[in-house]
């Protein structure tokens, strides 16, 4: 599916790093948290219990998305909440990752990969009744490129394209001006909006329809109380019986703290709960636990950094940069926040395929390095008051983070003491989710913590490519510009010889390790609690790692009947 990158501070809300809670008195035992990945499982069906339909889903969120409508927004509580609601025209296969049918029936793709022709399924209707057809999918791609529209990170991905049109009404043709290896899966991905209901002269991006969405997918939106709780119930007239989910509700909690989440989940008011390291170590091991709860650990693909923004004076040296990585101890941070439930990256693509740069050697923790690198760029301590400076002036800068978000806090304040240590006074500015996005997206900010998600197939263009280093609202945070860099991107894009973008990619992994926009920390295990009545639980290298259409609860085992 389409490959956005995502913010993932919610996701590390909700999943791995939810509001973690502060470390240990003691340092934990390294290897124990590596014994409990042994829990890492799955949850087959018993024999002898047959599927079921009707019981609900009580799941939480870790911030409160402030928009469903999936064009103008770009954080991951949306994304949970509208897999369910909107569709796109082809979705992928979390077992075989191929790309399947549906709200398209069938494609045809021009041998110059420059064409592509979608019929669409004529039995759909939108959840107010209204029939689907081609006049919302172009209307969908028009507001998505729309300059007026809030949408710049999703429009990168678009604007190659030289014509989007209606053939017929279930019939649209899109084509590409330049070929553009992700074209089919672009075209294909968009998230289709009913225009019988947007198109109505009120402004899209404060769309009334953002808080009531009306979509196609298996669920129905039904409710949404404010700072409480989101509710989707399931669409009886749903066209695809097999794509049907198990569940007759779906209820989704806002809870910002992580430890009344976990709270929540142990008093059964949730089914499922994202666990820190922490709280899979130390505080969902007891027997009474497991009676209740299966326990899940996999991979996630994605990563956090500290964003150095580029624009602000601090941070225009790559030796800057470089030595405040150099100044990050992200072993210990590993160890002692993690649990060692996480692993060091130093590049945005990743570790483990093709594209991925294994020569690149994460930098160690090495003050005396990072001094070098700091006076060879004109920071001294001039006046001996025991912090550097440069032109008169001090080097003190400001560090956002996700209010909530307790790895995030810890790991600041433990890089803090570093940084402080070296001469460097750093400022933690907790705020949240809302309030942290609006310096950031107008590059308004000195450095932040954040995460992305990372695609099956890359695309560096809409973080890295220097036409988004001074637009406002962009996702190129930091201001990165680079000429390399941006031809690599473009080179990369047009290609559709895999080898050829494999090396790419690995060159513009080194240009990224040595301008060091980022400092790159770490990618953690995510970490699940799940009540064990809920069964047929699986993973995949898809971004969610599970496939929610599987899960079920055995008749016999439903439990709510009405609002828990």
Same mark, same amino acid.
């Given at each position: 599916?389409?490959?956005?990158?995502?913010?993932?501070?919610?996701?590390?809300?909700?999943?791995?790093?939810?509001?973690?809670?502060?470390?240990?008195?003691?340092?934990?035992?390294?290897?124990?948290?590596?014994?409990?990945?042994?829990?890492?499982?799955?949850?087959?069906?018993?024999?002898?219990?047959?599927?079921?339909?009707?019981?609900?889903?009580?799941?939480?969120?870790?911030?409160?998305? /402030?928009? #469903?409508?999936?064009?103008?927004?770009?954080?991951?509580?949306?994304?949970? +909440?509208?897999?369910?609601?909107?569709?796109?025209?082809?979705? !992928?296969?979390?077992?075989?990752?191929?790309?399947?049918?549906?709200?398209?029936?069938?494609?045809?793709?021009?041998?110059?990969?420059?064409?592509?022709?979608?019929?669409?399924?004529?039995?759909? !209707?939108? @959840?107010?009744?209204?029939?689907?057809?081609?006049?919302?999918?172009?209307?969908?791609?028009?507001?998505?490129?729309?300059?007026?529209?809030?949408?710049? /990170?999703?429009?990168?991905?678009?604007?190659?394209?030289?014509?989007?049109?209606? &053939?017929?009404?279930?019939?649209?043709?899109?084509?590409?001006?330049?070929?553009?290896?992700?074209?089919?899966?672009?075209?294909?991905? &968009?998230?289709?909006?009913?225009? @019988?209901?947007?198109?109505?002269?009120?402004?899209?991006?404060?769309?009334?329809? $953002?808080? @009531?969405? +009306?979509?196609?997918?298996?669920?129905?939106?039904?409710?949404?109380?404010?700072?409480?709780?989101?509710?989707?119930?399931?669409?009886?007239?749903?066209?695809?019986?097999?794509?049907?989910?198990?569940?007759?509700?779906?209820?989704?909690?806002? &809870?910002?703290?992580?430890?009344?989440?976990?709270?929540?989940?142990?008093?059964?008011?949730?089914?499922?709960?994202?666990?820190?390291?922490?709280?899979?170590? !130390?505080?969902?091991?007891?027997?009474?636990?497991?009676?209740?709860?299966?326990?899940?650990?996999?991979?996630?693909?994605?990563?956090?950094?500290?964003?150095?923004?580029?624009?602000?004076?601090?941070?225009?040296?790559?030796?800057?940069?470089?030595?405040?990585?150099?100044?990050?101890?992200?072993?210990? &941070?590993?160890?002692?926040?993690?649990?060692?439930?996480?692993?060091?990256?130093?590049?945005?693509?990743?570790?483990?395929?093709?594209?991925?740069?294994?020569?690149?050697?994460?930098?160690?923790?090495?003050?005396?390095?990072?001094?070098?690198?700091?006076?060879? $760029?004109?920071?001294?301590?001039?006046?001996?008051?025991?912090?550097?400076?440069?032109?008169?002036?001090?080097?003190?800068?400001?560090?956002?983070?996700?209010?909530?978000?307790?790895?995030?806090?810890?790991?600041?304040?433990?890089?803090?003491?570093?940084?402080?240590?070296?001469?460097?006074?750093?400022? +933690?500015?907790?705020?949240?989710?809302?309030?942290?996005?609006?310096?950031?997206?107008?590059?308004?900010?000195? $450095?932040?913590?954040?995460?992305?998600?990372?695609?099956?197939?890359?695309?560096?263009?809409?973080?890295?490519?220097?036409?988004?280093?001074?637009?406002?609202?962009?996702?190129?945070?930091?201001?990165?510009?680079?000429?390399?860099?941006?031809? #690599?991107?473009?080179?990369?894009?047009?290609?559709?010889?895999?080898?050829?973008?494999?090396?790419?990619?690995?060159?513009?992994?080194? +240009?990224?390790?040595?301008?060091?926009?980022?400092?790159?920390?770490?990618?953690?295990? $995510?970490?699940?609690?799940?009540?064990?009545?809920?069964?047929?639980?699986?993973?995949?290298?898809?971004?969610?790692?599970?496939?929610?259409?599987?899960?079920?609860?055995?008749?016999?085992?439903?439990?709510?009947?009405?609002?828990?």
């Amino acid at each position: 599916m389409i490959s956005r990158a995502t913010y993932l501070a919610l996701a590390f809300v909700t999943l791995a790093c939810a509001a973690c809670t502060r470390g240990p008195a003691q340092g934990p035992k390294e290897k124990a948290p590596l014994d409990a990945m042994a829990e890492a499982l799955e949850s087959v069906p018993p024999e002898g219990e047959p599927d079921a339909h009707g019981d609900w889903l009580v799941r939480s969120l870790g911030a409160e998305p /402030p928009t #469903l409508n999936p064009i103008t927004s770009s954080d991951a509580s949306e994304s949970t +909440i509208n897999q369910f609601i909107y569709e796109s025209l082809i979705q !992928r296969s979390p077992k075989t990752l191929e790309f399947e049918p549906a709200l398209a029936e069938s494609w045809d793709e021009s041998e110059d990969h420059l064409t592509y022709v979608f019929h669409l399924r004529k039995d759909v !209707r939108w @959840h107010d009744g209204k029939p689907f057809t081609a006049d919302d999918v172009i209307y969908s791609f028009e507001r998505i490129m729309d300059p007026e529209v809030d949408a710049a /990170p999703l429009r990168v991905y678009y604007q190659d394209i030289s014509e989007f049109v209606k &053939i017929d009404d279930y019939t649209v043709r899109c084509t590409y001006g330049k070929p553009y290896f992700m074209a089919f899966q672009n075209c294909g991905g &968009i998230s289709v909006l009913p225009k @019988h209901v947007f198109d109505n002269g009120e402004d899209f991006n404060s769309h009334s329809a $953002a808080r @009531h969405p +009306i979509g196609t997918g298996p669920m129905k939106f039904s409710k949404w109380e404010t700072g409480k709780i989101i509710e989707l119930e399931q669409n009886p007239d749903y066209y695809d019986e097999k794509n049907t989910l198990f569940f007759k509700k779906m209820l989704f909690k806002v &809870i910002t703290d992580s430890s009344v989440t976990l709270q929540a989940f142990k008093e059964g008011a949730l089914d499922t709960v994202g666990l820190n390291p922490e709280q899979w170590v !130390r505080q969902t091991s007891s027997k009474r636990f497991a009676r209740n709860a299966n326990k899940f650990a996999f991979n996630q693909t994605a990563y956090n950094y500290v964003g150095w923004n580029a624009r602000r004076p601090q941070f225009e040296d790559k030796r800057v940069r470089q030595a405040l990585t150099f100044l990050m101890p992200r072993k210990e &941070i590993a160890l002692k926040v993690y649990y060692n439930l996480a692993r060091v990256v130093c590049s945005p693509v990743l570790p483990d395929t093709d594209y991925y740069n294994e020569k690149l050697e994460c930098r160690g923790y090495d003050p005396a390095r990072a001094r070098a690198l700091l006076a060879e $760029a004109g920071w001294s301590d001039s006046d001996g008051d025991g912090w550097l400076d440069k032109d008169g002036k001090p080097f003190r800068f400001e560090m956002l983070v996700v209010a909530g978000s307790n790895t995030y806090e810890q790991i600041a304040t433990i890089y803090k003491e570093e940084l402080a240590r070296a001469g460097i006074d750093m400022v +933690i500015r907790r705020l949240d989710w809302g309030a942290f996005l609006q310096p950031v997206q107008s590059h308004e900010f000195d $450095a932040c913590m954040l995460g992305w998600s990372l695609s099956i197939d890359p695309d560096p263009y809409q973080l890295w490519h220097s036409s988004g280093a001074d637009k406002e609202g962009s996702s190129n945070l930091v201001g990165f510009k680079n000429a390399e860099a941006d031809k #690599l991107i473009e080179d990369f894009r047009v290609n559709f010889d895999k080898d050829a973008r494999v090396a790419m990619l690995k060159r513009f992994q080194e +240009i990224i390790y040595d301008e060091q926009p980022y400092t790159f920390l770490f990618m953690s295990k $995510a970490l699940m609690g799940v009540h064990n009545r809920i069964v047929n639980i699986h993973f995949y290298p898809t971004r969610p790692p599970y496939d929610l259409r599987e899960w079920f609860v055995p008749a016999g085992r439903a439990r709510y009947t009405e609002a828990p």
